[in-house]
């Protein structure tokens, strides 16, 4: 027990200082530049050094807050990214609870991220705070909806909610493989809808730099303010194992039907490392969206939603459930 | 590991921040004066009380998703069920989904949708 308690806390750090860094380093590399190199070998200690610049940072509470709700939003923040570690299949032998009901416990948990964000904002006594969350309150509820959406499709098809279970129904092909067009079509939803759960870029009207200073952490500071940096980085993972998991089948090798030799040889690749890559491909997906569309309008981002987003991925539940009826996934 | 990898997981996150948040108290040093606790908006001193009236529309919004989340509630024990079920499933959410597009584009209609 407590052994799994230090894993995941030392996983967790660990996700946090590699997913800053790699952040910065996408980001070097798609304009061009060097990114951090100075300290350690390639710049590999660079997020350690912040780190340790923010613990020596003086953690301040304006004058004015709610000074309870405003220390307890980060600890909800960082609970909620922790939570959300328990049902992901980390390899085929390797998960902290084989929950039955897995997706919705991920779908449950993951929205009371939004509530740790509106206590901030709402706590900090700061109209740019304020107006953050309110925008991300907005933003993160509509776009639950068509991930919701997007997720229950996958659901439809392997007809269960277990995410071991979902995992093991792609043993002979991937979803997003055996599933032609409207698979691929509710993948292209997920990660629009995750990216913008997730207020990134270019779905980050919650933080808005050039608006909002920083929308809803503009008053934290040092410690609370790195904790609310890792909680969002973790989302970004956890959201990113959730899509690897249900369409590009989670730490199943790379199987195609029934090509026994092929599929042995895949199968001598470890499942952590299947189940790392493709989590770290979608994350660099999402970290290339940041550098490649400008950010939305507020009432763009919910036209998106409501009047695309949403209808398309309720007529996509409806083709697809068509499709698992009539058998037509391989 | 079941049900009580929660609290672990629970119990590991309050632990590594309050850590964190302590550990960063007893290695800073504190400073005050006047204008530190101002709350930050471009070095001007502030107008107005902060929680100000906002926009309608955030809380329409969200009172349009309580409607579809619970739709999406719904939907899950449905989903589980569909390749058993067979045809009937498609036609129960189908009947289902109408009713909600009904709705929805009685929302539209009335202008819920629109930001003002």
Redesign the interface.
Known sequence: ?VI???A??TL??LLGLVLVLMERRVAAWIQIRLGPNRVGPGGMLQSLADTLK???????????ADKFLFNLA??IA??V???L??PIAFASDFQ??NLNIG??YV?AISSLMVISILMAG?A?????S??GA??S??QI??Y??SA??SI?SI??LS???NLNEIILSQADGWWIFKGHIPVVIAFIIFIIAVTAETNRAPFDLAEAESEL?AGFH??YS???F??FFLAEYINVFIVCAIGATLFLGGWMPFHIGHWQAFNHVMDFIPSSIWFFGKTFFLIFLIMWFRWTFPRLR??QL??LE??YL??IS?FN??LI??M??LGWHF | MGASSMIVLIIAALTFSSIAIVVSKFVTKATSNPQKGQPYECGIPTTGKTWAQLNVGYYLFALIFLIFDVELVFLFPWAVVVKKVGWMALVEIVIFFFILFMGFLYAHKKGALKWV
């Open positions: 027990m799994a308690g230090i995941v806390i967790f750090a923010l613990l020596v940072k003086e953690g301040m509470t304006p004058d004015g980060p600890f960082m609970m990214a922790m939570l570690m328990a902290l609870w997706v919705l779908t709402w900090s006594n700061n109209k740019y304020l107006m309110m925008r309150g907005a509820v509509s639950e909806l919701g959406l229950m659901v439809v007809g269960s909610l200073t503009t008053e040092g410690m609370k790195a904790l507020i009432d919910l036209d409501w009047k949403l209808p309720m539940v409806l459930t068509l698992a009826i």
